[in-house]
């Protein structure tokens, strides 16, 4: 112990005199824990939320009647199934609105206990634990979770107002609960979601259920057995989203780790004579190498502890967004205030130890392997220089070699992560070579003895800048490539929505008999130029949920429906129930082309379908089928329509509305104008992207911090190359602006090769990961303007990041610059 | 105390293995002094690395106090160095980023033997008093080659080894620090074996010896 004391005592104090590279090694690790530990910490908190909505009734395995186009039904059929012997519970499931809560919504559901089925669990409790007095008398209960009522700013006990005016009961907190959730009596909810006498499904018994008894004919064409698992659901859905937030969290993550790398590397380099030193004074070889373990352990438990803490304040401040993009998204509930079990911490420290073990494994192999009597001899630089690159290119080479292989045979999004990986990886380890390829290639074409030097001694400061290189082009690639996508997505998704949202008036009935009052009143309108009623069967096709949308296809659709591709007289074909029509993703879940048939499950055994067309449904996790309304009704009698849309000139749209608001009493969220569902989705594409745009800018951010780290580490041996240009009479000032000069044609050249790799990363978004993430392909598109105004960005991080160095050089002075002739000795 | 028998070391090259000791028979007895000489290149310095345990021999023995180095592993090796030993380089080898009381503590501390009085006594005879909080950069050359000598000594070692340590001295300081080390050795039990280049201070220690095409010739 007290050898270990003393070596490390000794190790220590190298840190005490470059407290720069200290620096450097904990802003590395600290920043990579941050922003990984930050995605974790949203990833865990969305998961968790999955989990508990997954437990709200009864976990893995729920069966329920629910109806067949997806909507309420008649509480009557609960009556029926119970005198029929059928075990059913029922619930009613709707979104509420508080009053004084702003656009919140809550999910309320109503249940009604005593028919709960007995062995089932709420939210994780056992339904016996239920207060069933308190829940049932008066004035009730709404349950909720204790995350929930912190974010509405309402003690337990309240009883807030809903947006139009009816008293909730006093709200209680009941633990586990998912996020978001509002649990009450189904009476309560009937009167909340002004839905007398409607049901949302009935619950059945797993055991009851799996005996799959045949439903009372009069019911069998309405209701259908559903197994459902909220929350699996949710979690195979969203599973995209979260792997896109964990793919840009390991990218950053692994820009700080070659700050790391860099730095210990540089550490090292420095300590040869120390390491050698404490071999000669009896210090063995195991034991240098575990107070050297111990030395970086130590560093990554601080960053670590401080990294996990930025990393918590990173992800509280982009949980609203990611929150807002997974409920807009996939209407999946998150909590919007982190709580984090003990295993994120602890997860997190381990991944930065891991980390660091990792950046400073080289090193301390390095440290194990070189010979006693040569730690102290530094290698010639250019013998290591040359071996070091020679390393790289193959390394480079056999990257990009898994990068084709991925891109040729792969048909995973796992794979796809693979091409990007290799091909970043590839990219930032062939930059040096390739930096030092052009440089060599130069040299010869110098004729000033001044820019021989300029151009041989930018080649010499490569290794020392390199991993900084290499984080600033894999940050502007990401960088360019996201950017790409993202603006991409957005002129696309604009487009599509402007020719997709053409109705001026989007309207959806509470029930059947509303719509049917609905469109009969709508007949007698004048200023309606159209009326497109459209019908809805969820469906399961190959395990997948899947949205079966039946319209009259007359010429609003041709016009309005842009398709992808399509076969000849696709519009006619669909109107004479020929064929379906289907969403570009489910196109290519089900490995479907024009021409094929696909089998569709109704009441009355399989509809098979020819494919016409094939159309772009982006944001839509779900699958959708789009076929002639009157072929629908045939496999489905009795489906009433579950939305209409609208044609009427845009000056009439708020009068109708107000008029629709007083004949039938339906609520904003029944009456939506276009514009309103316009802005409505753009600030969900807004939202979705705002932690991928914030977790990109930190990215560059890093890489700019990691450039200035090198500069400055640099800087501090920079005297030694500089002092014989100065006692050969160039000025301090002129050696400033050379060596300005010489960092910004490093970066420049590092911007020029991050842009045809920005763009490859781009493509690979575009046309690789999305499809198999999203399945939806989207044109890759180049904006000028956009890397014109990134390019400016990067040249001014890299200008302040050799701004210091260079103040500090430009003053130093005579007897420093002296001094590093007298260090040569 | 130092006992070297058949002690043979060649080098790896390109053209082949090249021979540097071919066979050194050595005897140092307690409190003796040394001075090995020889041209640049003729072995001198790895016949003090081997002795220092630094490195393996590829024939012969060496052994001290009845032990033989080759038969010890590498921990005991480094045991070995730490309270066997004190070795004073040519480049000093100081720890920069230590100052000068750590540095001259550094290897005492290490083997467990650091004796504060010794140190300050050390200090004192070495004149280092006025320099114990600077670093080995803010020293002379002279000053530095002070802190070397102090901490190999600080350990109280049986064997001292010092390969050229005036070497980077004028020749009236080289005299200065080996009329100090000679004091401070003087009625010790402590041995030294001394690689120089230079015949006047290879005089003044007991026994010198001539290595020359691998082989020790023993001087008058």
Redesign the interface.
Known sequence: MRRLYWTLAALLSHWRRHPLQLFSVLAGLWLATSLWAGVQALNSQARDSYARASQLLGGAERYSLVARDGGWFAQQHFIELRRAGWPVSPLLQGRLRLHGQGEQRLQLIGIEPLTLPAGGALAGQPFERLELTAFLGRPGRSWIAAETLAELGLQAGAQPLSASGQRLPPLTVWPQLAPGVLLVDIGVAQRLLDAPGQVSRLLLPAAFARAAPPLPAALAAQLVLQRGDEGADLAQLTDSFHLNLSALGLLAFVVGLFIVHAAIGLALEQRRVLLRNLRTCGVSLRGLLVALVMELGALALLAGVAGLLSGYAVAAWLLPDVAASLRSLYGAEVAGRLSLAPHWWLGGLLVCLLGALLAGAGSLLRAARLPLLALAQPEAWQQAQARWLRRQGWLAALLGGVALFALLFGDSLALGFVLLAALLLGAALALPVGLNLLLEAWLPHCRTPLAQWFVADSRQQLPGLALALMALLLALAANIGVGSMTAGFRQTFSGWLDQRLAAELYLMPVDASQAAAIEAWLAGQPQVRALLPSWRVELQLQGWPAQLTGIRAQAHYREHWPLLSASAQAWQRLQRQQGLMLSEQLARRLDLQLGERLRLPTPSGAWELEVLGIYADYGNPRGHLLVEAAGLQRHWPGLAPRSFSLRLPAAEVPALIQALQEEFALDDSRVIDQAALKAWSGRVFERTFAATAALNSLTLGVAALALLISLLTLGQTRLSQLAPLWALGVGRTRLAWLSLGQTLLLAVLTLLLALPLGLLLAWCLVAVINVQAFGWRLPLQVFPGQLLQLFGLALLATLLAAAWPLWQLGRSTPAALLRSFADER | MLKVQGLCKSYATPQGALPVLRGIDLELATGQSLALMGESGSGKSTLL?LV?G??RADAGRIEVDGRVLGDLH??Q???????GIG?VFQQF??????RVA?NLA??A????RHDPHWQAELVERLGLAALLGR?P?QLS?GQQQRVALGRALAVRPPLLLADEPTGSLDERSAAEVLTLLLELLAGSSTSLLMVTHSASLAARLQRCLCLQGGRLLETA
């Open positions: 690395h220092a630094l490195d590498e921990g090796l480094a045991a070995w160095r730490r309270g070795l080898n100081l720890i920069a980023s230590l750590d550094l290897q501390r290490l083997a467990g670093y950069e050359v």
